[in-house]
């Protein structure tokens, strides 16, 4: 039973980044946070595709970060290409640091804890988002 | 066990709380996108989350930019529409929210019976 929910991102989570980005007296409706739902899910939709063309072209079957980063630059979405190429650096070193660590440490608890760690809280300090990714500063 | 203190900083993010996006609902997201997606890594759906983020704040301000022109304080999804249809980079949006912009009706457009 697929719920429709699950193509959309939470309204929560989205509407959160959306009031952050905005001044404090900032309003928004909740329909816009419905269509910044569908843009999101449409804008992973869309790079996801060109990735795993690229994928299929290059007879691999694991799409990685890579592959997102380079599909971000071939629909014309420089600045997030590069900041994500940043970023998936930083990720990977971090990747590596933690397996050197439970090397060290000689067990093998930690291995499964990427898919549950949050890794999508990690800012590494690497994306400027102060203008680095939009081409017209708004006034 | 694992000692915190060391990567803490990178945790935490130092931003005022942590807005990440859930990376299985991404994942779901990116299997639906094509037939072709079979496999993906585990950073993918963490790179998307942070590309996601940027996403959204590029799109946000630049709605927020219509609705200032529109002289309001609450955004409306039609502020968001006109933010895809300016930026030539969302083009690939324009499909999605062209029935919002279509639903636009300007009070200037309408014919004024005398």
């Known amino acids: ?139 | 066990m694992r000692q915190p203190g060391a990567y803490s900083k990178l945790v935490s993010g130092g931003k005022s709380g942590p807005h990440s996006l859930p990376l299985a609902r991404i994942k779901k997201i990116m299997k639906n996108s094509s037939d072709e997606v079979k496999m993906i890594s585990g950073e993918a759906p963490i790179v998307f989350s942070k590309a996601c983020e940027l996403f959204i704040e590029e799109l946000t301000k630049r709605a927020w930019i219509m609705t200032l022109q529109a002289k309001r304080r609450t955004m409306q999804k039609e502020d968001v529409a006109s933010a895809v249809i300016d930026t030539d980079i969302f083009d690939f949006l324009v499909n999605l929210v062209s029935h919002d912009s279509a639903n636009t009706v300007r009070e200037s457009d309408q014919p004024q019976e005398s």
Not at chain 1, 106 to 135: C, Q, V, Y
């Open chain 1, 1 to 139: 039973m697929t719920d429709e929910h699950d193509k959309l991102l939470p309204i929560a989570n989205v509407g959160r980044i959306m009031k952050q980005i905005l001044p404090p007296h900032a309003k928004i409706s909740k329909e816009a946070k419905e269509r910044m739902q569908e843009c999101a899910s449409e804008f992973i939709s869309f790079i996801t595709s060109e990735a795993s063309d690229r994928c299929h072209k290059e007879n691999r079957k694991t799409l990685n970060g890579d592959d997102i980063c380079w599909a971000l630059c071939s629909v014309g979405l420089d600045n997030y290409s590069e900041a994500m190429l940043r970023y998936l650096q930083k990720l990977r070193e971090y990747e590596r640091q933690r397996a050197n660590q439970s090397n060290q440490v000689s067990t093998g608890e930690d291995k499964d804890e990427t898919s549950t760690t949050n890794w999508a809280t990690f800012d590494f300090g690497i994306l400027d988002r102060r203008g680095s990714t939009s081409s017209g500063k708004p006034s």
